[in-house]
């Protein structure tokens, strides 16, 4: 259920943005193809508009969708489900515990393997989407020098791109 907006003032929200509510739910069992990803091209660029509060619960609503499409072969939607996810993932609001426990499992079993990294056309989206996912991730934990978890190495993986 979304939050409630009685008695809420909004002034970074544009008119008419909370009527968004169900077009999560219903695009995720109607649209295909195409469609979808017009869906979620739009919504990427809605989401970092609202507020905090609002931007988290629909991140939440949309990253359904967005995993579930991690596994799809398209390459053209696995590129706007990356660019998705980082404008969605980029927005105050989005909690790093969410992002640690629900994202990122499932983002680097489907994106992080030999073809989608040696993929010319794929691999910049995907550098700059797991940069975003690491800031956000690692700015709420600082690293131990012990032994790489998820936090560590996507800390790891920043410093590498940055250095190059």
């Not at 008419?16 to 649209?31: D, R």
């Not at 499992?105 to 073809?115: D, G």
């Amino acid at each position: 259920m979304p939050p409630s907006h009685d008695n809420v003032q909004l002034p970074s929200a544009p008119p008419n943005i909370l009527h968004l509510a169900a077009l999560p739910h219903q695009a995720s069992g109607l649209c295909r193809g195409k469609v979808l990803a017009a869906f979620l091209k739009s919504i990427g660029f809605i989401i970092p508009l609202m507020d905090a509060m609002y931007a988290n619960y629909y991140t939440r609503e949309v990253m359904v969708i967005l995993v579930r499409e991690f596994q799809t072969p398209d390459e053209e939607m696995k590129k706007i489900v990356l660019k998705v996810v980082k404008q969605c993932v980029g927005t105050d609001g989005v909690e790093p515990d969410y992002i640690r426990h629900e994202i990122l499992p499932e983002f680097f079993r489907n994106f992080w393997v030999r073809r989608m990294a040696l993929d010319r056309r794929n691999y910049r989206q995907l550098v700059e989407t797991t940069v975003e996912l690491a800031n956000k991730v690692s700015s709420s934990t600082q690293c131990s020098a012990g032994l790489l978890h998820v936090p560590c190495s996507l800390c790891l993986l920043l410093a590498v791109v940055r250095a190059e």
